[in-house]
T-cell receptor, first 110, second 112 residues
Framework: QQPVQSPQAVILREGEDAVINCSSS?????VHWYRQKHGEAPVFLMI?????EQKGHEKISASFNEKKQQSSLYLTASQLSYSGTYFC???????????FGGGTRVLVKP | DAGVIQSPRHEVTEMGQEVTLRCKPI?????LFWYRQTMMRGLELLIY????????DSGMPEDRFSAKMPNASFSTLKIQPSEPRDSAVYFC??????????FGEGSRLTVL
């Protein structure tokens, strides 16, 4: 079952912050985050395993609340290079298939 | 490392023709995934393999689609016969035990 992402789109000024949410109706083993720029392939950002851990990549970090089956991606002090579509992918068990959400389009303006 | 290699990058074909998409995963990766991306349906998992064995093909749309992985370094996705609604970008991705997916650049298919 596909996870649900929100918002569907967000426009930011350079330096502003944003949060992207990903939720599932099923128990999760892990949540992945990927970013895809126009005309390119998705690129891995981070994996969060159940246990409520938080990870970071540049000024992009994420959290995973396994009890609520939710993950959030935090874009802090956004840069122009952060523009793209962000996808969360969820895994219900180790080695299981990765199902992607519908994506959140992020546009960072100067 | 060369990354995941897909071919062709672009294919334009007529309805009814057979289409074969090819993928070479990263050496040493034991899992391979075929995804389809469209504006309407997003990124859909079609099938994935572990150690060359198909594990889950529940995302394959219908019998017109088939996928094989004859060895650890090669996989194909075949559509026969193709239809206009199959037009999409098809991505192949591979992963190791870490779980991180590495995507190829995709094959953009247009069926007229």
């Amino acid at each position: 079952q596909q996870p649900v992402q929100s918002p569907q789109a967000v426009i930011l000024r350079e330096g502003e912050d944003a949060v992207i949410n990903c939720s599932s109706s099923k128990a999760l083993y892990s949540v992945h985050w990927y970013r895809q720029k126009h005309g390119e392939a998705p690129v891995f950002l981070m994996i969060l395993l159940k246990g409520g851990e938080q990870k970071g990549h540049e000024k992009i970090s994420a959290s995973f609340n396994e009890k609520k089956q939710q993950s959030s991606l935090y874009l802090t002090a956004s840069q122009l290079s952060y523009s793209g579509t962000y996808f969360c992918g969820t895994e219900r068990a180790a080695g299981n298939k990765l199902t992607f959400g519908g994506g959140t389009r992020v546009l960072v303006k100067p | 490392d060369a990354g995941v290699i897909q071919s062709p990058r672009h294919e334009v074909t007529e309805m009814g023709q057979e289409v074969t998409l090819r993928c070479k995963p990263i050496s040493g990766h034991n899992s391979l995934f075929w995804y389809r991306q469209t504006m309407m349906r997003g990124l859909e998992l079609l099938i994935y393999f572990n150690n060359n064995v198909p594990i889950d093909d529940s995302g394959m749309p219908e019998d017109r689609f088939s996928a094989k992985m004859p060895n650890a370094s090669f996989s194909t996705l075949k559509i026969q016969p193709s239809e206009p609604r199959d037009s999409a970008v098809y991505f192949c991705a591979s992963s190791s035990h870490t779980g991180e997916l590495f995507f190829g650049e995709g094959s953009r298919l247009t069926v007229l």
